[in-house]
């Protein structure tokens, strides 16, 4: 019988957010595969944890996966964490799950802290809908693509970013988005938490006297669907009536129906277009 994977969370700073449940698993399974071992046996230790650790990190992830793999196949149960967080989250655990999954091996995933869903409790940003883009990409062509789909983005958006790289995110994130509203959150949990809600704008002068220190998530205002609605119309704006609706009527639209979906785009009534081709 094989054995299982168990997703298991731990603190993002604070150790008494751990919880009871992954400390009763930690101890229990036949193996521990941590992000860094040097770090999580001050947290084992801390708990009086014995188990024993293999690494598993992004430069071992494909083929440390295969090889765990193996191992719960051979009955072993596994406990994957990462320094601090809930594995497979912005984390090689995404590659040990998928594998476990293709292989019929049972993932459970023991729930915990995660530093983007508690930054963005804090933010003071929108919470009903958002989306988790993690560290933008190194690459400058794979990171201007992102930026671009960021700019439209309607939803709140979570980042993370180092210290090294906080002033040069900020700024590419301001060129691209424009002025937005940010909250900027650093040691999350631990003692010297800092929330600082302010504006990209702001956020760049408050650095330019500030060293950036620690790790930080960064939780971004959405563009609003009332300006994306008002940058649509103003496109349609640009555009001739008689062309406007010849789009609609290439496209299969009764005359109708062209004229009432020309009047919407341009935030008019339909009687203003069916006047103005009246007139024509």
Same mark, same amino acid.
């Given at each position: ?7 298991c969370a731990t ?21 521990? =595969? ?8 001050? #947290? ?12 598993? +990190? ?34 090689? !655990? ?19 802290? &995660? ?12 919470? @009903? ?28 958006m979570i980042l993370?970013?180092?210290? +090294?790289?906080?002033?040069?995110? #900020?700024?590419?994130?301001?060129? &691209?988005?424009?002025? @937005? ?18 504006? #990209? ?16 998530? %960064? ?17 349609? %704006?640009? #555009? ?10 290439? &496209? ?8 009432? =979906?020309?009047?919407?785009?341009? !935030? ?5 277009i069916y006047q ?5």
């Amino acid at each position: 019988m094989s054995g299982k994977l168990y997703l298991c969370a731990t603190p993002i700073g604070n150790l008494k957010d751990m919880t009871p449940r992954v400390v009763e698993t930690l101890a229990a399974v036949d193996l521990i =595969a941590a992000e860094d071992t040097r770090n999580s046996i001050k #947290l084992l230790n801390h708990f009086g944890i014995k188990t024993s650790m293999t690494s598993y +990190h992004e430069y071992n992830k494909v083929e440390k996966a295969q090889t765990l793999v193996r191992k719960m196949k051979e009955g072993l149960d596994v406990a994957l964490i990462t320094d601090a967080g809930t594995p497979a989250i912005s984390d090689p !655990g995404e590659v040990l799950v998928k594998l476990c999954l293709r292989e019929g091996i049972t993932v459970t995933s023991l729930p915990g802290a &995660a530093a983007c869903i508690t930054a963005l409790t804090l933010s003071g940003l929108s919470t @009903r809908r958002f989306c988790f883009e993690g560290f933008l990409p190194s690459e400058k062509k794979e990171k201007a693509e992102i930026l671009e789909l960021l700019k439209e983005e309607t939803r709140t958006m979570i980042l993370y970013e180092s210290p +090294h790289h906080l002033i040069r995110t #900020l700024k590419e994130l301001y060129g &691209a988005l424009g002025e @937005r509203n940010i909250t900027i959150c650093r040691e999350l949990t631990k003692k010297f938490e800092a929330v600082l809600p302010t504006t #990209l704008e702001g956020a760049l002068a408050f650095y330019e006297t500030q060293e950036p220190r620690g790790e930080y998530v %960064l939780v971004i205002e959405g563009k609003s669907l009332l300006q994306k609605k008002k940058e649509r119309q103003e496109g349609f %704006l640009e #555009l001739g009536i008689e062309d406007h609706m010849r789009r609609y009527e290439e &496209a299969g639209l009764e005359r109708k129906e062209a004229m009432k =979906a020309v009047a919407k785009d341009r !935030g008019v009534s339909k009687r203003e277009i069916y006047q103005y081709m009246l007139d024509k």
